[in-house]
């Protein structure tokens, strides 16, 4: 089983351009992150979802955006892309509620913009 | 305000000596979760340990276990008997009850680099 998978892995832009990371998870996993890693800041969440058709803000939402129209897929979008906007995107998923559920990562996406 | 605070940017152990890691947290919410990630130098992000906040005894997994200290509201993960492929930085999280700008969450602190010599 393949778990969380983010597409693609590694993207350079240009200031201006757009683009949109994919991420699918095959766990039928209710709720979907992504987070953004930065050097020495440690995982920021940008949006979450806590189920198809909803999503939410997280602590860095600004400059992004995300939709969530089927269960096992969750999309971040960058409109216009920024220099600040260069870092790793990381998609996570878990079961619903609080408690143990953990969350399961993909691998990363790195995004450069120059 | 910093909910979770790695005061080590970085921790150097010998082989098969152990290793704590610090971490510590702020919360108001009476039930939270702690959680240890390890991300090694290819990226990806993997789960070590849980600790409940309710949970009375210390959690521990394999060579992992985490020392709650809930009072001093501390997480400070154990390694025993540290190999080589340990070195990686070390993540400690926090999930707290449902917000409306975070859901269930998990909100990270910056990490420890953790390195293992031989």
């Known amino acids: 089983n393949a778990g969380v998978t983010q597409t693609p892995k590694f993207r350079v832009l240009k200031t201006g351009q757009s683009m949109t990371l994919l991420c699918a998870q095959d766990m039928n996993h209710e709720y979907m992150y992504w987070y953004r890693q930065d050097p020495g800041m440690g995982l920021r969440l940008i949006h979450y979802?806590?189920?198809?058709?909803?999503?939410a803000k997280g602590e860095v939402p600004d400059g992004y955006n995300v939709s969530r129209l089927k269960k096992q897929n969750f999309l971040l979008g960058l409109e216009s892309a920024a220099p600040s906007q260069t870092s790793v995107y990381f998609c996570?998923?878990?079961?619903?509620?609080?408690?143990?559920?953990?969350?399961?990562f993909g691998a990363g996406s790195r995004l450069t913009v120059l | 305000a910093q909910k979770i605070t790695q005061t080590q940017p970085g921790m150097f152990v010998q082989e098969k000596e152990a290793v704590t890691l610090d971490c510590t947290y702020d919360t108001s919410d009476p039930s939270y979760g702690l959680f240890w990630y390890k991300q090694p130098s290819s990226g990806e992000m993997i789960f070590l340990i849980y600790q409940g906040s309710y949970d009375q005894q210390n959690a521990t997994e394999g060579r992992y276990s985490l020392n709650f200290q809930k009072a001093r509201k501390s997480a400070n993960l154990v390694i025993s008997a540290s190999q080589l492929g340990d070195s990686a930085m070390y993540f400690c999280?926090?999930?707290?009850?449902?917000?409306?700008?975070?859901?269930?969450?998990?909100?990270f602190g910056k990490g420890t680099s953790l390195l293992v010599t031989p």
């Open positions: 979802s806590v189920g198809e058709g909803t999503t």
């Open positions: 996570a998923s878990s079961y619903a509620g609080p408690g143990a559920n953990v969350l399961t």
């Open positions: 999280a926090m999930r707290e009850g449902y917000t409306s700008n975070s859901g269930y969450a998990l909100n």
